[in-house]
């Protein structure tokens, strides 16, 4: 079956690295696991024309547990969240930031290829950030995968999202998709490599951004795995230099 050439520590699906909090509307694998891992990220917003900038840095744990070899249920909870915005008027938050709880389902599948469910949804964790509005946002779609060899296979997903702010304001609720479609390529028994192609239109503007997700995966022994994923706008209103994930994953 495809999904064993990725029975070791290194890391298989899409890049998850993301633009939004939790990083809602990214894909997840369609291979279930029972796993623990740490992902420092980061995100920056540089103009120096507008005087505006603005960092933001997190310290997320992540978990997931197989139910079967078809459903995994996963989460991440951001323990720790920087974010710095650099403007006439600077504000600096830092604590706890926010906790994702999604699950995956492969619910039909071949020797070759597998088709899944999968959604998420993003908890207003960030109690010493968030005052006054609470930011719930919610995404589930379609994953699909096909392999063109053993160890090279190429995947695509579609995820409809929603975000609201929750509390006595207003809702502010928005809609929007997030495509994906890449290859992901293992040359060697300890080290992969993922290409995307991603999009996400309605968020915010008909294109929110057009781009590329990037990742570099290796794998420690059996079991741990470390990989370095970005996520990168080309064009539309995403302000973002970029996304970056470092991630470290244990596979039990």
Not at 41 to 67: D, F, K, Q, W
Request: aromatic share 12%.
């Amino acid at each position: 079956m495809w999904c064993d050439a990725w029975t070791d520590g290194v890391a298989q699906g899409p890049v998850e690295a993301g633009f939004v909090d939790g990083d809602l509307g990214a894909a997840h694998r369609l291979c279930p696991q029972t796993s623990l891992g740490l992902a420092p990220t980061a995100y920056a917003i540089v103009e120096p024309e507008n005087l505006y900038g603005r960092i933001l840095a997190t310290g997320t744990l992540t978990g997931s547990y197989a139910l079967s070899d078809k459903v995994e249920v996963y989460a991440n909870l951001e323990a720790f969240r920087f974010d710095t915005l650099i403007a006439a008027i600077s504000v600096t938050g830092m604590g706890p930031g926010y906790t994702g709880v999604g699950a995956s389902w492969r619910f039909a599948e071949g020797d070759h290829w597998g088709v899944g469910l999968q959604g998420k949804l993003v908890l207003p964790t960030a109690f010493t950030l968030d005052r006054h509005s609470w930011p719930l946002g919610a995404d589930v779609g379609l994953h699909g995968a096909y392999a063109l060899r053993d160890n090279l296979l190429v995947h695509g997903a579609a995820m409809p999202t929603f975000r609201a702010a929750l509390g006595g304001g207003p809702a502010f609720p928005t809609f929007g998709v997030n495509l994906d479609v890449g290859v992901e390529w293992k040359p060697f028994k300890r080290f992969g490599f993922v290409l995307d192609s991603v999009s996400s239109f309605g968020r915010t503007e008909a294109l929110d951004y057009t781009g590329a997700g990037v990742g570099f995966r290796g794998g420690i022994g059996e079991h741990a795995g470390l990989s370095l994923e970005a996520r990168v706008p080309l064009a539309g209103r995403e302000r973002a230099l970029a996304a970056i994930d470092i991630r470290f994953n244990y596979r039990f």
